[in-house]
């Protein structure tokens, strides 16, 4: 009888180890998930617990009194440690981290306090049975606490299980039950010491296991599709991605991050923010919060654009309690480079170019030769109207970053045709729209933009008397439509394909600003430009604005 029950316990003990070193082997090809490493440890331990289990039911081992106290020893060891790593895995899993802090400094010297006050006691004891006596109480202490440890990790694991949509309770039970059935099945076997017989608790740890790695998602916080979209999305995109904890400790990164710091993933994540990203400062990093910050990278100090979103286990939950922060930080140090340089520009053009021309004028006054004279006035004066948009282009773009306003479109259609039949330019000004359209937008962007299509309808033709009507349609959509039609030669082929495809050359060029200032303007309201033939002769230009309130 005797000899049969060796033989089942090496025989369950084998199949343990080769279970759970199978199941190891399977975690490893997926080590770069983000709680991969834990948990790959706590198996590979399973699987030593397994093979000293396996070694001390050995004939040869049980009949050799120090080589079966070291087996014993090491199964007692192991099963003391597995509390620590499983707790280190409950961290990384439910996403609060592995990363060192002071309270997790504490809690393990918490953990080796009682095994170095044991040594002590070892090395100065006066006899066995004093030692005995003083290690006892260590030792228990020792197992009370990791206990404590044990159940908090589990706690973590199962209101994951019930807060997380995607996290089903089975696959937690599955998980918990195959760290806990070696204990269990000990406890239940009377067997309080842990080192005896645990054959039959190993064996359904490595099975339950081998469940877990092959059917859940057990060594990411996230089920697989999350992870699979984390790796196509998140991991592809141009812009810094930071998932912060509560405490300002890195939780997660993109590959970006990595390379525009220069750093690898695995050392950044745990540690401080601050520690890691040179230039944030006293920067504070608070949900909703955005700016501008300059940071060291690997190409040097470059500005970045930032902004703080709360994550949520769901969007129901509140913000004000996140589980974490996102922080996306996106270089802009190109961009600025770019805005500075046509502001400079702009400013050369509005004031140096636009003095200098009103001194060339005056001089024209004095040339004798009325064709000379002529046109020079001419040419100069186009450059001042040239330098006049470009200024009223820059109005515009400042006037559509202000907050959007209600605006009525008819009042400010009427505005424009007043202005213009007081002007000495000839013309014709029609307007069919109701008594009044409301819509929430930017005033100045609408008015400078409908200014410039009446002012081309009126300018740019060919009849001895302009047409130009103006017409506000609401459709069902609460989209509203503001047309201006001529009876000019209609726009040239080669300016709308230049509208259309967004950019000039030196050899397809347009003949000027107008259009482009009209379509910079339509664009930074959100709304659409259309062009069209007007038959027999002229063009229907139509700009369809949308309510920004909507």
């Known amino acids: ?31 770069e998930q983000p709680s991969a490493e834990p948990f790959i440890v706590l198996l590979a331990t399973l699987m030593l617990w397994a093979v000293f289990a396996f070694g001390s039911e050995l004939p040869a081992v049980s009949s050799d009194g120090p080589l079966s106290t070291i087996f014993s020893l090491g199964q007692f060891g192991i099963a003391l440690v597995i509390p620590g790593i499983w707790i280190v895995y409950a961290l990384s899993y439910t996403g609060r981290g592995t990363g060192l802090t002071w309270r997790r400094i504490a809690l393990l010297a918490g953990i080796a306090l009682p095994v170095a006050l044991s040594g002590i006691v070892i090395a100065v004891g006066q006899s066995e049975t004093a030692v005995e006596r003083m290690i006892a109480p260590l030792i228990g202490t020792e197992v009370l606490y990791l206990f404590v440890l044990y159940v908090y990790a589990t706690y973590l694991l199962v209101d994951l299980g019930g807060s997380h949509a995607r996290v089903s309770n089975t696959h ?11 204990y269990l099945i000990s406890l239940v076997g009377n067997n309080t010491s842990l080192v005896g017989s645990t054959s039959i608790g190993l064996l359904l740890s490595g099975g339950l296991l081998a469940v877990a790695v092959r059917r859940y998602p057990v060594m990411t916080g996230f089920p697989k599709a999350d992870y699979v979209a984390r790796t196509r999305v998140v991991e592809t995109l141009q812009e810094v991605i930071v998932v912060l904890d509560w405490d300002d400790h890195i939780l997660d990164v993109n590959e970006t991050a990595a390379d525009v710091f220069d750093r690898s993933a695995t050392t950044m994540i745990g540690e401080p ?44 939950d509140d913000e004000d309690n996140p589980v974490a922060r996102t922080v996306l930080f996106r270089d802009v140090t190109d961009q600025q480079t770019r805005e500075q340089r046509l502001t400079v520009l702009n400013r050369i053009l509005r ?12 001089y024209a006054d ?12 001419e040419s100069t ?12 282009a820059e109005e515009v773009m400042t006037a559509s970053t202000t907050p959007p306003e209600t605006v009525d479109l008819t009042a400010v259609v009427e505005t424009i045709v007043d202005q213009f039949r007081t002007r000495d330019t000839p013309g014709e000004i029609s307007l069919d729209c109701p008594d009044e359209v409301l819509i929430t937008s930017h005033r100045t962007v609408i008015q400078q933009a409908l200014s410039e299509l009446v002012e081309n309808a009126i300018t740019h033709t060919d009849k001895d008397i302009p047409q130009a009507e103006i017409s506000i349609r609401e ?3 609460g989209v509203v439509e503001i047309a201006v039609k001529d009876n000019g030669p209609g726009l040239p082929e080669r300016e709308q394909q230049i509208l259309a495809t967004g950019t000039e050359t030196q050899l ?32 229907i230009v139509t700009i369809r604005l949308r309510d920004t309130a909507t």
């Open 273 to 316: 923010i601050r520690s890691v990203v040179d230039g944030l400062g006293q920067t504070d990093l608070p949900v909703g919060a955005t700016g501008t910050v300059a940071l060291q990278t690997s190409k040097g100090r470059r500005q970045f654009q930032f902004s703080v979103s709360a994550v949520t286990e769901s969007p129901a």
């Open 508 to 539: 397809k060029h347009g003949q000027g600003i107008g259009l482009w200032f009209v379509n910079w303007a339509v664009s930074q309201l959100g709304s659409d430009l259309q062009i069209e033939q007007k038959e027999p002769v002229g063009s």
């Open 475 to 477: 459709d069902e959509d």
């Open 351 to 362: 004031h140096n170019v636009r003095n200098d021309l009103d001194v060339v004028l005056a």
């Open 381 to 392: 004066t186009d450059l001042l109207e040239l330098s006049r948009k470009a200024r009223e």
């Open 366 to 377: 004095h040339i004798d030769d009325g064709e000379i004279q002529t046109g020079i006035q």
């Open 1 to 31: 009888m005797a000899l049969l029950e060796t033989l089942g316990a090496l025989a369950c003990n084998a199949v343990a180890a080769i279970l759970l070193g199978w199941t190891a082997w399977t975690a490893f090809q997926s080590r």
């Open 172 to 182: 937690v039970a599955i998980l918990v039950g195959g760290v806990s059935a070696p």
